[in-house]
């Protein structure tokens, strides 16, 4: 009996270390790149680069078991790496629930992957039934490594945040701005009011959907596909009402429909792809990039592999490229989607080899300064709530 007794506490350890084990397996397995790093770029674009204020729109590192504060050999940024490729302001989103056999065509809501993650992760047992308790410990997290970082990484909350960051980084570049965001709004649980606990915890950017259809409306891989619920339209008010900016990253067609017939305010796209280089259920028409750009919005162009078909350099550049002509520059930035269960060309630390490529497209430089981050200051320093 002791001998069993033994044996079977043998194997349950066995079993939970493989189990707090897989997220560490499954991050470095999801988030990768083509090429490995050392990334190299040419003297002129190198100068070039460091010369920049670049700002990305989107990215997942938040729902994974590392230290932002801390350098990784897995996934596709850290707060070293967002220094060493010059990232001046990086926007974080928040990842709460994925369906299990998660495709880019048609996924119901009735299944989760991010529970188990949370578990086998060790995050606080509340996060395990409830999404809204999962962003908010997320943006916890990035809130505590801001603490942790020595001035080195900034939570932005406002446009005085903004204005003062931007000062203090014009004299020091080794600092970081983090925006905090949702990848999709079924963490209101279908209260309305959780929007404003949202907003008191410091999220800025919402995205409407992700992967599913939710309460609020249609995702561009939900089932039904459909515009903005009831509640939705509540909702879409009630985050032009207190200044946070919607993101349509991943919605429907119709819903990007619904939202701009009711926006008072820029619209954002952080992620994604355009149609006219890269068909796909959630990349851009030319009719929704120019009325998103209508909105005073900005559209940022994503790295990997459903967003311009070819992850890779050239095919990233050629998506900024059309966008561009399509809107003009003011209205094309940076969304990687790092960190996403995605395949890059890159990590952060390869950015310059975009300025590079950005170059030898023939923009200019006054193009390059916009489109590599620009547009995203100038957005915020107009939409974040003054104080």
Same mark, same amino acid.
């Given at each position: 009996?002791?001998?069993?007794?033994?044996?079977?506490?043998?194997?349950?350890?066995?079993?939970?270390?493989?189990?707090?084990?897989?997220?560490?397996?499954?991050?470095?397995?999801?988030?990768?790149?083509?090429?490995?790093?050392?990334?190299?770029?040419?003297?002129?674009?190198?100068?070039?680069?460091?010369?920049?204020?670049?700002?990305?729109?989107?990215? $997942?590192?938040?729902?994974?078991?590392?230290?932002?504060?801390?350098? =990784?050999?897995?996934?596709?940024?850290?707060?070293?790496?967002?220094?060493?490729?010059?990232?001046?302001?990086?926007?974080?989103?928040?990842?709460?629930?994925?369906?299990?056999?998660?495709? =880019? +065509?048609?996924?119901? /809501?009735?299944?989760? %992957?991010?529970?188990?993650?949370?578990? /086998?992760?060790?995050?606080?047992?509340?996060?395990?039934? *409830?999404?809204?308790?999962?962003? @908010?410990?997320?943006? !916890?997290? @990035?809130?505590? =490594?801001?603490? +942790?970082?020595?001035?080195?990484?900034?939570?932005?909350?406002?446009?005085?945040?903004?204005?003062?960051?931007?000062?203090?980084?014009?004299? +020091?570049?080794?600092?970081?701005?983090?925006?905090?965001?949702?990848?999709?709004?079924?963490?209101?649980?279908?209260?309305? !009011?959780?929007?404003?606990?949202?907003?008191?915890?410091?999220?800025?950017?919402?995205?409407?959907?992700?992967?599913?259809?939710?309460?609020?409306?249609? *995702?561009?891989?939900?089932?039904?596909?459909?515009?903005?619920?009831?509640?939705?339209?509540?909702?879409?008010?009630?985050?032009?009402?207190?200044?946070?900016?919607?993101?349509?990253?991943?919605?429907?067609?119709?819903?990007?429909? $619904?939202?701009?017939?009711?926006?008072?305010?820029?619209?954002?796209?952080?992620?994604?792809?355009?149609?006219?280089?890269?068909?796909?259920?959630?990349?851009? *028409?030319?009719?929704?990039?120019?009325?998103?750009?209508?909105?005073?919005?900005?559209?940022?162009?994503?790295?990997?592999?459903?967003?311009?078909?070819?992850? %890779?350099?050239?095919?990233?550049?050629?998506?900024?490229?059309?966008?561009? +002509?399509?809107?003009?520059?003011?209205?094309?930035? @940076?969304?990687?989607?790092?960190?996403?269960?995605?395949?890059?060309?890159?990590?952060?630390?390869?950015?310059?080899?975009?300025?590079?490529?950005?170059?030898?497209?023939?923009?200019? /430089?006054?193009?390059?300064?916009?489109?590599?981050?620009?547009?995203?200051?100038?957005?915020?320093?107009?939409?974040?709530?003054?104080?």
């Amino acid at each position: 009996m002791r001998k069993w007794i033994v044996g079977t506490v043998v194997l349950a350890v066995v079993a939970l270390a493989v189990f707090f084990n897989v997220p560490t397996l499954v991050d470095g397995r999801m988030n990768t790149v083509t090429h490995p790093g050392p990334y190299a770029a040419g003297a002129a674009a190198g100068a070039a680069h460091q010369s920049l204020f670049v700002a990305d729109l989107h990215d $997942d590192a938040l729902l994974w078991n590392r230290d932002l504060l801390q350098r =990784y050999e897995r996934g596709h940024s850290d707060l070293p790496r967002l220094l060493d490729g010059h990232v001046a302001l990086q926007v974080f989103a928040t990842v709460t629930k994925t369906p299990k056999g998660l495709n =880019y +065509d048609r996924n119901s /809501a009735d299944t989760d %992957s991010i529970t188990l993650l949370a578990m /086998a992760q060790r995050w606080p047992t509340a996060t395990w039934n *409830s999404l809204l308790t999962r962003a @908010l410990y997320q943006g !916890e997290k @990035l809130h505590q =490594y801001a603490k +942790d970082s020595q001035g080195r990484l900034v939570v932005v909350r406002s446009r005085q945040d903004l204005v003062d960051f931007i000062s203090a980084w014009s004299q +020091d570049n080794q600092r970081v701005a983090a925006i905090l965001a949702t990848e999709g709004l079924h963490p209101l649980e279908g209260q309305l !009011e959780n929007v404003d606990r949202l907003y008191d915890a410091g999220f800025r950017i919402t995205g409407l959907t992700h992967f599913f259809d939710n309460e609020v409306g249609g *995702s561009a891989h939900g089932m039904e596909k459909g515009g903005l619920t009831p509640l939705g339209r509540q909702v879409v008010e009630r985050l032009q009402a207190k200044g946070m900016l919607i993101d349509l990253a991943h919605a429907s067609k119709p819903l990007i429909d $619904d939202v701009l017939a009711v926006a008072r305010r820029p619209v954002l796209v952080s992620h994604t792809g355009v149609a006219g280089t890269c068909p796909g259920p959630r990349n851009l *028409s030319d009719d929704h990039l120019k009325r998103i750009a209508a909105t005073g919005g900005v559209v940022g162009i994503g790295y990997w592999e459903g967003a311009v078909c070819n992850p %890779s350099i050239p095919a990233i550049v050629k998506a900024i490229r059309y966008a561009v +002509d399509q809107v003009g520059v003011a209205h094309v930035a @940076l969304g990687s989607d790092f960190n996403g269960a995605t395949r890059t060309p890159f990590d952060v630390t390869g950015l310059p080899q975009v300025t590079e490529g950005l170059m030898a497209a023939g923009f200019s /430089a006054g193009d390059i300064r916009a489109i590599m981050g620009g547009n995203v200051q100038r957005l915020l320093l107009q939409t974040l709530p003054a104080n």
